[in-house]
């Protein structure tokens, strides 16, 4: 049992890893982001100004593209580092023991089946986005109804990607949780004494 554990914690630091090397490039992502906002507004009022159509819709839905990829794949980031908000009144005054138990049970029978559940119904309509048609043939990608607008399917495909890492990230907690539990590991293990986020309640 306790190589197992051994094994599965070593395979927690990969998933830990990847997850925290995408947090770090979210910080860049939103910087673009806001750089982008203050374009389309500058070239609005610029444009708007000097009589010449500087703002267009691919600036416009990029934009909302960026702030869609900091959402989606800041999820696992948020599991990792414990930074979802937590409201209740007993879970702070129990042991490390009792509240990994907790965490580890709603982890197991909410969250996982829930990322499960969310890959299963968002596949399909991913992959029509992507083209494929009822028959099984592909077709065209999806397209945005607006005029020089950018294709939907990439930022669709973000769910499930999104899905899949907060699914990775998931069970990682678990196996910490388990391991905390069983006694051997601190709770710190789970919750980074270094991360800036802290569970609140």
């Not at 299963?120 to 029509?128: D, G, M, N, R």
């Not at 905390?180 to 270094?194: C, H, N, T, V, W």
């Amino acid at each position: 049992m306790t190589a197992l554990i051994s094994w599965l914690l070593r395979f927690t630091q990969l998933i830990d890893r990847l997850t925290d090397w995408l947090g770090r490039g979210l910080g860049s992502l939103v910087l673009l982001t806001i750089a982008i906002g203050f374009f389309n507004v500058l070239a609005r009022y610029v444009g708007r100004w000097i009589g010449v159509q500087l703002a267009s819709n691919i600036f416009l839905e990029l934009q909302w593209y960026l702030f869609s990829a900091t959402f989606f794949l800041g999820f696992s980031y948020l599991l990792k580092h414990n930074a979802n908000v937590r409201v209740d009144f007993l879970y702070s005054h129990w042991s490390d023991r009792h509240k990994a138990w907790i965490d580890l049970l709603g982890t197991v029978f909410f969250l996982i089946p829930f990322c499960c559940l969310g890959l299963w119904v968002t596949f399909i309509p991913v992959l029509q986005s992507w083209g494929l048609q009822l028959d099984g043939s592909w077709g065209a990608w999806e397209l945005s109804p607006d005029a020089n607008g950018l294709p939907r399917a990439p930022v669709k495909s973000l769910i499930l990607v999104a899905f899949g890492l907060l699914l990775l990230q998931a069970i990682a907690q678990a196996v910490k949780f388990l391991a905390i539990a069983k006694g051997y590991l601190p709770i710190s293990q789970a919750i980074p004494e270094d991360s800036d986020a802290q569970p609140l309640g």
